[in-house]
Every structure is written in C-alpha cells, then in structure tokens.
C-alpha cells in the first residue's frame, strides 16, 4: 500500500478488491446475521478495527484526523466494493458519513484528537438534532446551551438518535441564542454520551431493534471547546452536514441495496426447482434494479461533486428521494416473494429480512421526511413559485 492510492481512487479499488477477496480473516463477516442491534454495532465495530489495521478505511480522510489521504471517492470506493465482496458496510459507517465532514470542516482539532478512534472502532457518534417538538422544522429546537465561563450547560432533550444509546458522543444541536432566535440562535456541540447530567434511553422499533434513543440533559457540562464552528454558526453547520447525511447515506444504502437484492435473487433461486427463478420474480428484480442503477448514477454525480469540495447543498435531497423509492421497493419484493417464510421462518436470515423491511418504512422519514425533501427541491433546486394560502 502507498501514498499513491489517495490520489488514484482506481487504483484504490483495485488494491482494495485485492485485500478484501484475498484476506481470510474478513470470512467471519460474510453472511453473518446479528439477534441485537448492539451486538451488531459491536461486531461490525471490530471489522472496522481490521480495516484500519490494514489501512482501508483511512482512506478518503484527512492525515490530520487518522486518515491516509484521498476524498469522498475513496469512501464510495469502499462501501462499493465491501458489499461486492458479500462483506457488510460497518453500521458506524452510517453517521461517520454525517458526522465526520463536518467534523473535519469546523472542528480540525476534535476530528484529530476523537476521528482515529471512530475509524479504528474503538467509539462512535450519534447525531442530536430531533426533539420531540422538532424534527421537520429543526429551527424550533429548544435544547438550550447556556454559556458559564469556559463551559456550556445544557438542558432539554434529543429524540430518535441513531445508535444514540450505545454512541461514545453525541453531535448535538443545540440553542445558545434567545428563544425566537430560530436558525441564528443554534450551535453545535460536542458532547460525551457518558457525561454527567446526561441520561439514555434506547427505543426500540417495530421490528424489536433499539436502533434509537433518547437523551436527556440536565446541568450537563460540556467544555466550550467542544463547539463544531462558532456559537452561533450551527445552522450552517447542520446543512454542511445534511449534505452528507443524504448524499453519502444514499451511496452506501443503495451499495448494501444492491447486495440485498443479489441475495434475494440466489435464494429465491437455490429453492426453487432447476434453480431458476419463479414466475415473475425476474420481472420485479430487475425493476428494483433499475431504480438502484437510477439512484446510484445520480449519487455518483453528487459523490464527485463533494470530492471537488463543491456544496450539493439542497441538490442531495434528490438522491435521498430516489434511495427511499428504490429500498421501499427491495424490501416489498423481499416480503412478496420469499412467501409465507418472509412471516413465519424462524431462521436468523428470515429475521433479517422482515426487520430490515420495518426500517425500509422509514426511508421516507429518516434524514428529512420526503415530503419535506420534495419541498426542499421545489423551493431550492427548481425555484417554483410558492403555493398559495388558503
Ligand atoms: C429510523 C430513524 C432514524 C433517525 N435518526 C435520527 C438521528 O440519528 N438523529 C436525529 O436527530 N433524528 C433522527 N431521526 C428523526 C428524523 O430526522 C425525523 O423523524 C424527521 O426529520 C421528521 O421529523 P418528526 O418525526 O418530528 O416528524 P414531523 O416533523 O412532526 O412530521 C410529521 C409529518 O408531517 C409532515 N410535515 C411536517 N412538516 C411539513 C411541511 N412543512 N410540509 C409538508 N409536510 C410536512 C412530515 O413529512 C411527516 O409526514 C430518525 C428518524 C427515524 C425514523
């Protein structure tokens, strides 16, 4: 492995392809299926320490923050090329892809001190930003960050944060303005999910996973260095990394998508005799297919278009809508026609299936709910007059 790869994201792939077929060690990954989410955290944690050992996920970071060099292809390059060789994209992956730009971009000191470790999976991060009384519209969140001397204090709570419950940090959202204050009166902080004043509980989904939490904070300290920008900036901050939440979220989810679909093709093939696939099967794949080739040849556009450090800005809400059509469509095909076994098999590959097709439901809501999106794109994207009031 040389500096070289950072440049050359080809040739990355190339000698990535090479390490992640020719690695045994990697075998114990393949096909594994997980009863708990933070069993699978854990265990997908550890892949992550094997990458980083070999130096494959420190491409497309910073050398200032753990990385080896490179941009956001070498990322898509790898979790490309992890679900091509049946290997899962490691779960913190997910708000690495959210949380680490921004990091980099406004926090250059916390991305080096906390970064390496997150890469090496030894922690990883939530994102604070829902509340009970904000989500789609974020500016109306009250989670209040007082200023006392060299450190904040923070009051109020964070709703549905991914991975929130097992998370080492939360990157949160936070008001250090007035109330009225809107979007000028938010900041974004740096918080130790461990800290004083600080209390979790998990929410588990329809599917039984607690793949969410909520935070409370009550007088929770946190030193003013941890601020990701300046007081006052986390608006802007937020949509840095919104760009990121549903660019990059839709390059890997529609990678891990097309896995999903290999998958369901060779078993709906292995059971089925003269190992053909059943009538209308074919049909329906290749139409999910095509919406997974849709998607992801609008995502590699915006993949290269953050490489180049331009901003994609309300431009990524077009790749989160397609993502969403495209794996709300994967796992409706799943449940349909793997059968009466898609309900009632009680094998750990069954299990995953149906609980991936609970969160496929929320492909709509997660990241920014679709409707929102589509407002987001008729507002700022296309710049269509505003609906009348009634
Ligand atoms: C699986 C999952 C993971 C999540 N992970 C995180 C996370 O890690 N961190 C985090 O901070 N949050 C997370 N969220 C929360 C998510 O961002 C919010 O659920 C989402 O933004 C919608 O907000 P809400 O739930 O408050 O719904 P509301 O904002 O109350 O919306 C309810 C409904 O009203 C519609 N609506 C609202 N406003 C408008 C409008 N102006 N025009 C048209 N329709 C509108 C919405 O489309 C939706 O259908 C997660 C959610 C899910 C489901």
């Known amino acids: 492995m040389t500096d070289a790869l950072a440049s050359d994201p080809a040739a990355y792939r190339t000698a990535l392809r090479a390490y992640l077929t020719g690695e045994p060690t990697l075998s114990a990954w ?48 790898l979790y490309d090329e992890l679900a091509a060789t049946d290997l899962p994209i490691p779960t913190p992956h997910l708000m690495l892809e959210t949380l680490g730009p921004p990091v980099v971009r406004f926090a250059p000191d916390l991305a080096a001190e906390y970064l390496p470790a997150y890469l090496r999976g030894k922690e990883w991060w939530g994102q604070g930003f829902s509340e009970p009384e904000a989500g789609s519209d974020l500016a109306a969140l009250r989670c209040r960050a007082r200023r006392e001397g060299d450190n904040y204090v923070l009051n109020g709570q964070k709703l549905w944060t991914s991975h929130g419950a097992t998370a080492t940090r939360l990157v949160c959202l936070v008001r250090t303005g007035t109330p009225e204050s809107r979007h000028r009166g938010l900041s974004m902080i740096m918080v130790d999910a461990e800290g004083t004043g600080i209390s979790r509980r998990p929410i588990a989904l329809a599917s039984g ?19 990701i920008g300046a007081e006052g900036q986390g608006w802007a901050v937020a949509m840095y990394l919104l760009q990121y939440e549903r660019a990059m979220y839709a390059w890997m989810s529609a990678a891990e998508a097309f896995r999903r679909l290999r998958e369901l093709r060779d078993e709906l093939a292995a059971t089925n005799p003269g190992r053909t696939l059943p009538a209308d099967a074919a049909q329906r794949i290749a139409e999910c297919y095509s919406q997974l080739v849709t998607v992801r040849a609008r995502s590699a556009d915006t993949v290269r278009q953050l490489a180049t450090g331009a ?9 989160k809508i397609l993502l969403a059509g495209a794996e709300i469509l994967l796992y409706d095909i799943g449940r349909d026609l793997l059968g009466p076994g898609f309900v009632f098999e009680d094998t750990a590959a069954a299990a995953q299936w149906r609980s991936e097709w609970w969160y496929s439901r929320s492909a709509t809501i997660l990241g920014g709910s679709a409707e929102v999106q589509r407002t987001i ?14």
């Open 30 to 77: 393949r096909t594994k299926h997980y009863t708990t989410t933070e069993e699978r955290i854990a265990d997908h944690a550890a892949l992550m320490g094997e990458l980083y050992q070999a130096g494959w996920n420190r491409y497309g970071w910073p050398t200032s923050a753990g990385g080896l060099g490179g941009d956001e292809r070498h990322r898509a390059v």
């Open 209 to 227: 996973d607690n793949e969410l939490a909520e935070e409370f904070f009550d007088d929770a300290v946190v030193p003013a260095d941890r601020l």
């Open 311 to 319: 901003t994609v800005g309300p431009e990524a809400s077009v790749d």
């Open 377 to 390: 794109i008729a507002d700022h994207v296309l710049g269509l007059p505003r609906e009348a009031t009634k």
